[in-house]
């Protein structure tokens, strides 16, 4: 079993000999083929006993062996199985029998030699004997049998600690969990094992180090063990081909923007959005010749993507006789994926990065651009450096590098080539961040890393008496005061506890806190929005005058390239998991108001358009602004009539504030303090006061991920006495003045608070604020003018419960006056008007004349159509 | 430098073999650090050849250049060959060679050695500064000394000689024993050619490069922008520029025409299966690697952040130059009340509206709280007569004032069919340029008065609502059609309008003019030919600049007196003062001490501030005119 090919000295063709790219003679092991073409040879060719022999370098002995390599070298590395596994005549159902897939994506033309751990005198050519009897990878510390044992071992009796029910759901949380994952690949058939890098590391620090450092010596290794563990196992099971491993989640995350020179050929994991993807490039993989004089064929692998044309048929020998026959070479499917950068990721005033991302053979097409995707989890080997040769004549100088690139060729004539390389990345394992977007929840997509230090001043934040404060006065320090409304916004940020309620028909509980700011023009509204869209990381910013319902929601468009219908999402779904700012609330169009019913109460946002009928989550906290329609704050009016907004819609948000100069002369000499030291203290100064807006920012991202406060008994209790109190105070004067959408506000608010204290429950504290936060946005916005009562029926039903009893007996008026006039079925809207007004004591307005009809319209008693009053039979 | 003699600096590179294998080193520091030694003597940097005045084929390679230039994108960093091994053919020898400040690698590259250090730098697109006004460029190229390395385009051929020639100054020390240290040679030398033979030459105007432009599109910001552009090559602590930045850049030039043979030759030479194919579109290579002649390489060495690109100014920074600081701060009250009357005499007579512009030149965004930028003063110039095409005149007026100014004339042609905001287009992997991709302190003069009645469509009211938010945040949302990325801005917007303009601003002046109607046409012809000198023009600029750069405080005490005015105007009328009225009393306040030359509020500027805001205030309401614009 040696190797019969290896020349000494010629460790890893480094030296500049000719790497000799093998033929593969039709003898080759079944393993380096897919299934498809391996029966279609078997069918066309007989099978030729003639050995196969290395063609172009010619001091090579016969391979007579049966176990010759199909590989360019005898040492070749990575090599699925050792050479003993591909005996013939083995069953299909085995590790032997199953043919192993190539992997592109770890670079199948990096030839670096491998130990053959069976071989005994001629394996010591290749490898250097390190710490005795120990066979390493030429270049590396990887020794194959080790880091086999190991990886077994681990698959053997890896049991997560840290697992969750619903991470693996339907897994023995007990059991060693990739060996049930092995049990599913062998029910499914889906030969791809996904390890978790880090579940790795936590059980072996030193393999974890070695599958970073060489990924391509490891993957390999790891794959081979996977199989052999496989199909032990499970003797009888069939697969495509060989089980692949992809590891993911490495620790060492980089920011593209962090790649240097040292990444290169490591396994490292880079998040990104993708900008571009190409068309589906074959890459041929193994060319196929035939003879043109005795139809002999042969096969070679194409090797930096280069075929070595055998020059000499070696059946009739013949020269320049051999042809390329296309179809019958084997090719696999490679894409090229431009990413970029996340925005997130970015240091402000500079231009986002972009890394080009080779997928192989099934990650083909598994990201699109322009769905705004972030990939995370790209697993890459390197920024790989490509080279071309100076002398395009002289192929064989071609090294077997660890860099198989070098520096653009300029030209030609002159032999100097520019310096620049050219880095690409090789995915191993996507995983898109907000594929679940369209599915369901999926918290940890987005998960921020943060640093046990981070963490650590975050929780000492917390634990401060005053926190609640505190951030609420770092929120937006240039806008002063308007506490109440910096902690109803601080409390939005936040957000509620996320509830699912599906099962019990009630659908998702909303989390998000809705919040609308309405006053005069000028009093920093729209700057108050610009802060928190410039603070969250998903915020959207967009006024109401500008955009279009199309803007806020989503529109089907078609790719002018593909013709393909593409679903471009807008700010509303954009803003999912974020927050949505919307200023000049007031300004938006009726149509475009409408779809925020939707979003605002269900979270949800329904499209159906050109054939496209779907329902997409837009999880959305709504931050609007509304100017009064008349240019300032009328005081006698109600919230309703001064900014004319549905009552529909305002009923969606959880606190209405109204920001209104309040004119007395302490606030005054407070405001021109600040605002004098505002322009003129330095930033050091400025800095001591507040806290850091990457601190803030860092605190909510922390508590809305990891904290998800319930409610304790107490708290429960003290909510139903709020909602209680709420209720009784209507019910005095005959009217409800609170409903169950205030008790869920209430609930958010109070849930919110318990985050910003980072506390895992919901106590009586918590409580408190929510209802005195709400019960001074309600005084603000809620107060009826005319009674000077909070009257929550304002912003319910849009009117107040006087107003409403005047309409009730307007309407009562009218409807008495038409049956009056007893059987004339259609009426003039004029007359009519005229005619009540006459009737009438106190002065009917056309307003209160139209709502009148309209609720009349509403008994079904008669209908209005233009002019015309119809009255229903 | 001043015997009429052209001096070089030419810079040989070498090192010994030891050296730049090992990165740690520190040879790269070493050479920085010599070159700006050298470039802080005494008018050194003088003598260094602009890119932006000397034609491109009067510039030797290899040799120090230097550009003036804004940041107009950034490219993804690459690796390049830090050091590397050559091979003799014929002898089998090997020589450690250095890639930095380099493209193109000498011949026979040894791929296999493992001396070869990767290395990895960062690419600038720069382009000259946009809207550069042409009395700053006049000013640049007289005050250089001569043109130094710029050399006469006699030989032709020059490049095949040039490395011939590098060659040769380093075969001695390949011969010598290899050195411990590191060993740098820089020769200075005398050029021999005489200046006024290059003066000649420099006439001849290039005839082959403008016709290759053309199919070119160089990405300048402002339409009909000329210069060269440059591709710079930054190698350390390129985090630290931004997009936008405007720099001077001192660097070793490449032009080595083995980039552009690169290009050419692609489609002959390659195979399909060459995997560096597909990487690039053909887009992407024309916009990453164009012709050098073209865009020529830019090896920085260091780079001067620009504070401003007066060249009047000295080019340390005022702090650094207190004998200039004091002399112009003398003056600063004389020069004022001179440009107050000349600016009066442009405004038709109206002395409030031009102390208010003399305000609005100055201006700057000195700092931003949270969302909000300090210190911006956009002006809306309402009451313009539409005759006589007073704006483009009033313009031009402007334009001989400030450094880099560009004029936006609001039509709905333009503002339908201008791309205002920077887009990237994913094809060819850049950033489009836009016309608000502006260095700082250029004046943004927006033309309302040519703006019609009719239809805006979407890109127009992208490019109303880019324009609305450049004046309100003084950003710009760059267009990465996936996302936008938000850009501070700092840029003087001047709105010139009949009525109230529907953009919104800082403040608004209602022009008085105190011509009458028919006597409009000759006065302003008048403006027009009113000459001013050149020094009394030069006064001017420097005092617009230096008025900007000034630090500003303000004491306890006017602290003190300020809140109480505030709270004092508001006991008598809470209507009549906002905060946000405060908010622009304190920027004119600061603006109209730093128009005086003082550093700190004193009583009497802030009740001048006080009063000018009241008079514009109380002419405001006298024109109130309802045009659905009023907030």
Same mark, same amino acid.
């Given at each position: 079993?040696?190797?019969?090919?290896?020349?000494?000295?010629?460790?890893?063709?480094?030296?500049?000999?000719?790497?000799?790219?093998?033929?593969?003679?039709?003898?080759?092991?079944?393993?380096?083929?897919?299934?498809?073409?391996?029966?279609?040879?078997?069918?066309?060719?007989?099978?030729?006993?003639?050995?196969?022999?290395?063609?172009?370098?010619?001091?090579?002995?016969?391979?007579?062996?049966?176990?010759?390599?199909?590989?360019?070298?005898?040492?070749?590395?990575?090599?699925?199985?050792?050479?003993?596994?591909?005996?013939?005549?083995?069953?299909?159902?085995?590790?032997?029998?199953?043919?192993?897939?190539?992997?592109?994506?770890?670079?199948?033309?990096?030839?670096?030699?491998?130990?053959?751990?069976?071989?005994?005198?001629?394996?010591?050519?290749?490898?250097?004997?390190?710490?005795?009897?120990?066979?390493?990878?030429?270049?590396?510390?990887?020794?194959?049998?080790?880091?086999?044992?190991?990886?077994?071992?681990?698959?053997?009796?890896?049991?997560?600690?840290?697992?969750?029910?619903?991470?693996?759901?339907?897994?023995?949380?007990?059991?060693?969990?990739?060996?049930?994952?092995? #049990?599913?690949?062998?029910?499914?058939?889906?030969?791809?094992?996904?390890?978790?890098?880090?579940?790795?590391?936590?059980?072996?620090?030193?393999?974890y180090r070695q599958l970073i450092c060489y990924p391509q010596e490891v993957i390999p290794t790891f794959d081979m063990a996977v199989n052999e563990l496989f199909f032990e196992r499970f003797p009888d099971s069939i697969l495509e081909y060989q089980i692949?491993?992809?590891?993911?989640?490495?620790?060492?995350?980089?920011?593209?923007?962090?790649?240097?020179?040292?990444?290169?050929?490591?396994?490292?994991?880079?998040?990104?959005?993708?900008?571009?993807?190409?068309?589906?490039?074959?890459?041929?993989?193994?060319?196929?010749?035939? &003879?043109?004089?005795?139809?002999?064929?042969?096969?070679?692998?194409?090797?930096?993507?280069?075929?070595?044309?055998?020059?000499?048929?070696?059946?009739?020998?013949?020269?320049?006789?051999?042809? @390329?026959?296309?179809?019958?070479?084997?090719?696999?499917?490679?894409?090229?994926?431009?990413?970029?950068?996340?925005?997130?990721?970015?240091?402000?005033?500079?231009?986002?990065?972009?890394?080009?991302?080779?997928?192989?053979?099934?990650?083909?097409?598994?990201?699109?651009?322009?769905?705004?995707?972030?990939?995370?989890?790209?697993?890459?080997?390197?920024?790989?450096?490509?080279?071309?040769?100076?002398?395009?004549?002289?192929?064989?100088?071609?090294?077997?590098?660890?860099?198989?690139?070098?520096?653009?060729?300029?030209?030609?004539?002159?032999?100097?080539?520019?310096?620049? +390389?050219?880095?690409?990345?090789?995915?191993?394992?996507?995983?898109?961040?907000?594929?679940?977007?369209?599915?369901?929840?999926?918290?940890?997509?987005?998960?921020?890393?943060?640093?046990?230090?981070?963490?650590?001043?975050?929780?000492?934040?917390?634990?401060?008496?005053?926190?609640?404060?505190?951030?609420?006065?770092?929120?937006?320090?240039?806008?002063?005061?308007?506490?109440?409304?910096?902690?109803?916004?601080? !409390?939005?940020?936040?957000?509620?506890?996320?509830?699912?309620?599906?099962?019990?028909?009630?659908?998702?509980?909303?989390?998000?806190?809705?919040?609308?700011?309405?006053?005069?023009?000028?009093?920093?509204?729209?700057?108050?929005?610009?802060?928190?869209?410039?603070?969250?990381?998903?915020?959207?910013?967009?006024?109401?005058?500008?955009?279009?319902?199309?803007?806020?929601?989503?529109?089907?468009? %078609?790719?002018?390239?593909?013709?393909?219908?593409?679903?471009?999402?807008?700010?509303?779904?954009?803003?999912?998991n974020g927050i949505c700012c919307i200023d000049e609330f007031d300004k938006m169009s009726d149509s475009t108001r409408s779809v925020l019913h939707e979003v605002m109460e269900q979270q949800t946002l329904s499209i159906a358009k050109a054939g496209i009928? &779907?329902?997409?989550?837009?999880?959305?906290?709504?931050?609007?602004?509304?100017?009064? /329609?008349?240019?300032?704050?009328?005081?006698?009016?109600?919230?309703?009539?001064?900014?004319?907004?549905?009552?529909?819609? !305002?009923?969606?948000?959880?606190?209405?504030?109204?920001?209104?100069?309040?004119?007395?002369?302490?606030?005054?000499?407070?405001?021109?303090?600040?605002?004098?030291?505002?322009?003129?203290?330095?930033? #050091?100064?400025?800095?001591?006061?507040?806290?850091?807006?990457?601190?803030?920012?860092?605190?909510?991202?922390?508590?809305?991920?990891?904290?998800?406060?319930?409610?304790?008994?107490?708290?429960?209790?003290?909510?139903?006495?709020?909602?209680?109190?709420?209720?009784?105070? =209507?019910?005095?004067?005959?009217?409800?003045?609170?409903?169950?959408?205030?008790? #869920?506000?209430?609930?958010?608010?109070?849930?919110?608070?318990?985050?910003?204290?980072?506390?895992?429950?919901?106590?009586?504290?918590?409580?408190?604020?929510?209802?005195?936060?709400?019960?001074?946005?309600?005084?603000?916005?809620?107060?009826?003018?005319?009674?000077?009562?909070?009257?929550?029926?304002?912003?319910?039903?849009?009117?107040?419960?006087?107003?409403?009893?005047?309409?009730?007996?307007?309407?009562?008026?009218?409807?008495?006056?038409?049956?009056?006039? =007893?059987?004339?079925?259609?009426?003039?809207?004029?007359?009519?008007?005229?005619?009540?007004?006459?009737?009438?004591?106190?002065?009917?307005?056309?307003?209160?004349?139209?709502?009148?009809?309209?609720?009349?319209?509403?008994?079904? +008693? @008669?209908? /209005?159509?233009?002019?015309?009053?119809?009255?229903?039979? | 430098?001043?015997?009429?003699?052209?001096?070089?600096?030419?810079?040989?590179?070498? +090192?010994?073999?030891?050296?730049?294998?090992?990165?740690?080193?520190?040879?790269?520091?070493?050479?920085?650090?010599?070159?700006?030694?050298?470039?802080?003597?005494?008018?050194?940097?003088?003598?260094?050849?602009?890119?932006?005045?000397?034609?491109?084929?009067?510039?030797?390679?290899?040799?120090?250049?230097?550009?003036?230039?804004?940041?107009?994108?950034?490219?993804?960093?690459?690796?390049?060959?830090?050091?590397?091994?050559?091979?003799?053919?014929?002898?089998?020898?090997?020589?450690?060679?250095?890639?930095?400040?380099?493209?193109?690698?000498?011949?026979?590259?040894?791929?296999?050695?493992?001396?070869?250090?990767?290395?990895?730098?960062?690419?600038?697109? &720069?382009?000259?500064?946009?809207?550069?006004?042409?009395?700053?460029?006049?000013?640049?190229?007289?005050?250089?000394?001569? *043109?130094?390395?710029?050399?006469?385009?006699?030989?032709?051929?020059?490049?095949?000689?040039?490395?011939?020639?590098?060659?040769?100054?380093?075969?001695?020390?390949?011969?010598?024993?290899?050195?411990?240290?590191?060993?740098?040679?820089?020769?200075?030398?005398?050029?021999?050619?005489?200046?006024?033979?290059?003066?000649?030459?420099?006439?001849?105007? *290039?005839?082959?490069?403008?016709?290759?432009?053309?199919?070119?599109?160089?990405?300048?910001?402002?339409?009909?922008?000329?210069?060269?552009?440059?591709?710079?090559?930054?190698?350390?602590?390129?985090?630290?520029?931004?997009?936008?930045?405007?720099?001077?850049?001192?660097?070793?030039?490449?032009?080595?025409?083995?980039?552009?043979?690169?290009?050419?030759?692609?489609?002959?030479?390659?195979?399909?299966?060459?995997?560096?194919?597909?990487?690039?579109?053909?887009?992407?290579?024309?916009?990453?690697? *164009?012709?050098?002649?073209?865009?020529?390489?830019?090896?920085? @060495?260091?780079?001067?952040?620009?504070?401003?690109?007066?060249?009047? !100014?000295?080019?340390?920074? !005022?702090?650094?130059?207190?004998?200039?600081?004091?002399?112009?701060?003398?003056?600063?009250?004389?020069?004022?009340?001179?440009?107050?009357?000349?600016?009066?005499?442009?405004?038709?007579?109206?002395?409030?509206?031009?102390?208010?512009?003399?305000?609005?030149?100055?201006?700057?965004?000195?700092?931003?709280?949270?969302?909000?930028? @300090?210190?911006?003063?956009?002006?809306?110039?309402?009451?313009?007569?539409?005759?006589?095409? +007073?704006?483009?005149?009033?313009?031009?007026?402007?334009?001989?004032?400030?450094?880099?100014?560009?004029?936006?004339?609001?039509?709905?042609?333009?503002?339908?069919?201008?791309?205002?905001?920077?887009?990237?287009?994913?094809?060819?992997?850049?950033?489009?340029?836009?016309?608000?991709?502006?260095?700082?302190?250029?004046?943004?003069?927006?033309?309302?008065?040519?703006?019609?009645?009719?239809?805006?469509?979407?890109?127009?009211?992208?490019?109303?609502?880019?324009?609305?938010?450049?004046?309100?945040?003084?950003?710009?949302?760059?267009?990465?059609?996936?996302?936008?990325?938000?850009? *501070? &801005?700092?840029?003087?917007?001047?709105?010139?309008?009949?009525?109230?303009?529907?953009?919104?601003?800082?403040?608004?002046?209602?022009?008085?003019?105190?011509?009458?109607?028919?006597?409009?046409?000759?006065?302003?012809?008048?403006?027009?030919?009113?000459?001013?000198?050149?020094?009394?023009?030069?006064?001017?600029?420097?005092?617009?600049?230096?008025?900007?750069?000034?630090?500003?405080?303000?004491?306890?005490?006017?602290? %003190?007196?300020?809140?109480?005015?505030?709270?004092?105007?508001?006991?008598?009328?809470?209507?009549?003062?906002?905060?946000?009225?405060?908010?622009?009393?304190?920027?004119?306040?600061?603006?109209?001490?730093?128009?005086?030359?003082?550093?700190?509020?004193?009583?009497?500027?802030?009740?001048?501030?006080?009063?000018?805001?009241?008079?514009?205030?109380?002419?405001?309401?006298?024109?109130?005119?309802?045009?659905?614009?009023?907030?």
């Amino acid at each position: 079993m040696s190797s019969p090919t290896s020349t000494p000295g010629r460790k890893r063709g480094r030296d500049g000999n000719p790497a000799t790219p093998s033929s593969e003679g039709p003898t080759s092991p079944p393993s380096q083929r897919r299934r498809g073409q391996d029966s279609s040879n078997g069918d066309l060719m007989p099978m030729p006993t003639s050995p196969a022999t290395d063609m172009l370098s010619p001091a090579a002995p016969q391979d007579t062996s049966l176990f010759s390599s199909p590989r360019p070298h005898p040492l070749s590395p990575l090599m699925y199985g050792t050479p003993s596994s591909r005996v013939e005549g083995t069953p299909r159902s085995s590790v032997r029998g199953t043919p192993a897939r190539q992997r592109p994506d770890l670079g199948s033309v990096r030839k670096a030699p491998q130990v053959d751990l069976h071989s005994d005198a001629d394996g010591a050519v290749a490898s250097e004997p390190n710490a005795g009897q120990r066979l390493v990878i030429w270049g590396t510390d990887v020794n194959v049998g080790t880091c086999k044992e190991k990886f077994q071992r681990f698959l053997q009796r890896f049991i997560d600690p840290t697992a969750t029910e619903d991470e693996n759901a339907g897994l023995d949380l007990n059991e060693p969990l990739y060996m049930q994952k092995l #049990e599913e690949i062998s029910v499914v058939g889906d030969p791809v094992l996904n390890v978790n890098c880090l579940q790795v590391q936590s059980f072996d620090a030193e393999l974890y180090r070695q599958l970073i450092c060489y990924p391509q010596e490891v993957i390999p290794t790891f794959d081979m063990a996977v199989n052999e563990l496989f199909f032990e196992r499970f003797p009888d099971s069939i697969l495509e081909y060989q089980i692949q491993v992809r590891p993911y989640n490495a620790l060492k995350t980089r920011n593209m923007r962090s790649l240097n020179p040292e990444d290169i050929d490591q396994l490292i994991t880079i998040s990104g959005m993708v900008i571009r993807t190409s068309q589906l490039i074959p890459e041929m993989q193994e060319a196929f010749f035939q &003879c043109q004089v005795c139809a002999y064929s042969t096969r070679v692998e194409v090797d930096r993507g280069r075929i070595a044309e055998p020059a000499v048929c070696r059946h009739c020998n013949n020269t320049h006789s051999l042809a @390329l026959v296309h179809n019958r070479s084997a090719f696999s499917d490679k894409q090229m994926i431009k990413i970029q950068e996340s925005p997130e990721d970015m240091p402000a005033g500079q231009t986002p990065h972009t890394t080009i991302v080779y997928a192989h053979n099934d990650l083909v097409d598994k990201v699109q651009p322009g769905d705004r995707i972030n990939i995370t989890e790209l697993l890459l080997i390197s920024p790989r450096l490509h080279f071309t040769v100076q002398h395009p004549n002289s192929l064989s100088h071609v090294p077997a590098g660890i860099y198989r690139a070098v520096p653009m060729r300029v030209s030609p004539i002159q032999s100097n080539v520019k310096s620049v +390389y050219k880095t690409h990345i090789d995915a191993i394992h996507f995983r898109k961040t907000d594929e679940k977007r369209l599915h369901g929840l999926d918290e940890d997509a987005e998960q921020k890393l943060f640093t046990e230090d981070r963490v650590q001043t975050l929780k000492e934040l917390a634990a401060k008496p005053d926190v609640y404060e505190r951030l609420s006065s770092a929120l937006a320090p240039s806008i002063y005061e308007h506490e109440d409304i910096k902690k109803g916004i601080l !409390l939005q940020l936040f957000g509620g506890t996320r509830k699912d309620f599906s099962q019990t028909g009630r659908g998702n509980f909303r989390a998000e806190v809705n919040i609308l700011l309405c006053g005069d023009p000028g009093t920093s509204k729209s700057q108050l929005l610009q802060y928190v869209f410039n603070l969250v990381p998903r915020g959207q910013y967009t006024s109401g005058k500008g955009s279009s319902a199309v803007g806020l929601t989503a529109y089907v468009m %078609k790719d002018p390239e593909t013709r393909q219908l593409v679903l471009q999402t807008g700010a509303l779904v954009l803003s999912d998991n974020g927050i949505c700012c919307i200023d000049e609330f007031d300004k938006m169009s009726d149509s475009t108001r409408s779809v925020l019913h939707e979003v605002m109460e269900q979270q949800t946002l329904s499209i159906a358009k050109a054939g496209i009928i &779907c329902q997409l989550n837009a999880r959305t906290a709504v931050l609007a602004a509304a100017n009064p /329609v008349e240019s300032q704050w009328n005081p006698k009016k109600t919230t309703i009539e001064n900014i004319q907004l549905p009552h529909t819609l !305002l009923s969606r948000f959880d606190l209405i504030f109204l920001m209104l100069d309040p004119q007395d002369e302490a606030y005054d000499r407070r405001l021109a303090h600040h605002l004098v030291s505002l322009y003129y203290q330095s930033e #050091e100064q400025i800095e001591e006061e507040f806290l850091d807006m990457a601190v803030l920012r860092d605190y909510i991202a922390y508590a809305r991920t990891y904290i998800n406060p319930r409610l304790s008994e107490e708290a429960s209790q003290a909510l139903i006495e709020a909602y209680v109190d709420m209720r009784k105070i =209507g019910s005095g004067r005959g009217m409800v003045s609170a409903y169950p959408r205030q008790l #869920e506000s209430l609930i958010r608010l109070a849930e919110a608070h318990a985050k910003v204290r980072f506390s895992e429950k919901v106590e009586t504290i918590d409580v408190e604020e929510a209802k005195r936060l709400h019960r001074e946005a309600l005084k603000q916005s809620a107060t009826d003018p005319r009674t000077g009562f909070v009257d929550i029926s304002i912003l319910t039903t849009g009117m107040s419960a006087t107003a409403r009893k005047r309409k009730e007996e307007v309407a009562q008026a009218l409807k008495k006056l038409i049956q009056a006039k =007893g059987k004339t079925p259609a009426m003039k809207y004029q007359q009519l008007l005229d005619d009540l007004r006459g009737q009438s004591e106190t002065a009917i307005t056309k307003e209160l004349f139209d709502e009148a009809l309209r609720s009349l319209a509403d008994e079904d +008693y @008669l209908t /209005v159509t233009g002019k015309t009053v119809r009255l229903l039979a | 430098s001043t015997t009429g003699e052209s001096w070089s600096l030419t810079l040989t590179i070498i +090192y010994s073999k030891t050296d730049f294998s090992n990165p740690k080193s520190g040879w790269e520091a070493k050479v920085v650090e010599f070159f700006k030694d050298r470039l802080k003597e005494k008018d050194a940097h003088t003598w260094v050849p602009s890119l932006n005045d000397v034609p491109l084929h009067y510039l030797k390679p290899n040799s120090l250049v230097k550009f003036r230039c804004l940041i107009q994108d950034m490219f993804d960093p690459e690796f390049f060959m830090g050091a590397y091994e050559t091979v003799d053919p014929s002898t089998n020898a090997k020589v450690l060679r250095c890639g930095r400040y380099k493209d193109v690698t000498e011949c026979g590259v040894d791929f296999n050695s493992r001396n070869t250090v990767t290395a990895e730098r960062q690419t600038f697109y &720069c382009v000259p500064i946009p809207g550069e006004n042409p009395w700053v460029k006049e000013i640049s190229s007289s005050s250089r000394v001569v *043109p130094s390395t710029s050399y006469a385009p006699t030989r032709q051929k020059r490049s095949y000689e040039e490395d011939d020639m590098d060659d040769m100054d380093t075969q001695p020390q390949k011969q010598r024993e290899p050195h411990s240290g590191w060993e740098l040679v820089y020769i200075y030398f005398l050029q021999t050619h005489g200046n006024g033979d290059c003066k000649r030459q420099e006439t001849e105007a *290039p005839s082959s490069q403008t016709a290759s432009a053309s199919h070119l599109d160089l990405n300048f910001p402002l339409p009909g922008e000329k210069g060269p552009s440059c591709l710079v090559k930054v190698y350390e602590d390129w985090d630290s520029f931004k997009l936008n930045d405007t720099l001077e850049v001192f660097g070793i030039l490449s032009v080595s025409p083995a980039l552009s043979a690169l290009a050419d030759e692609k489609d002959a030479s390659s195979s399909i299966l060459d995997p560096t194919e597909s990487m690039e579109t053909a887009e992407e290579q024309r916009v990453h690697s *164009p012709p050098a002649s073209l865009v020529p390489r830019l090896h920085m @060495l260091y780079a001067r952040p620009l504070p401003h690109n007066n060249p009047l !100014l000295p080019s340390a920074t !005022l702090e650094d130059n207190s004998a200039f600081l004091s002399s112009t701060l003398s003056e600063m009250a004389s020069v004022r009340a001179e440009l107050l009357t000349y600016l009066t005499h442009v405004l038709l007579g109206d002395a409030l509206a031009a102390e208010y512009l003399i305000l609005h030149l100055i201006s700057n965004v000195y700092a931003r709280r949270d969302v909000l930028p @300090l210190g911006k003063f956009a002006m809306n110039l309402s009451g313009c007569p539409a005759a006589a095409l +007073y704006t483009q005149r009033f313009y031009q007026i402007i334009q001989q004032l400030v450094p880099s100014s560009f004029y936006l004339g609001m039509s709905l042609q333009n503002m339908n069919q201008m791309r205002l905001v920077p887009k990237k287009d994913y094809v060819a992997n850049r950033l489009v340029s836009g016309a608000l991709q502006l260095a700082r302190n250029t004046f943004l003069f927006l033309d309302e008065t040519h703006l019609e009645q009719g239809q805006l469509d979407t890109t127009g009211v992208r490019n109303v609502t880019a324009l609305g938010n450049l004046i309100s945040w003084q950003k710009v949302d760059y267009d990465f059609n996936y996302h936008q990325m938000e850009f *501070p &801005c700092n840029i003087n917007v001047l709105i010139a309008s009949e009525g109230r303009s529907l953009l919104p601003s800082d403040c608004q002046i209602h022009l008085q003019s105190q011509v009458s109607p028919p006597n409009m046409e000759e006065y302003l012809s008048n403006i027009q030919l009113h000459p001013q000198t050149s020094s009394q023009l030069n006064k001017f600029r420097i005092y617009l600049s230096v008025a900007r750069q000034l630090d500003y405080s303000i004491s306890d005490e006017m602290t %003190k007196s300020v809140e109480d005015d505030f709270v004092d105007m508001r006991k008598d009328d809470p209507q009549s003062v906002s905060a946000e009225d405060l908010h622009r009393m304190l920027v004119v306040a600061r603006l109209l001490s730093l128009s005086l030359g003082q550093t700190s509020l004193t009583r009497d500027s802030w009740l001048r501030a006080k009063h000018i805001d009241m008079l514009r205030r109380s002419r405001m309401e006298q024109h109130q005119c309802v045009n659905g614009n009023e907030p």
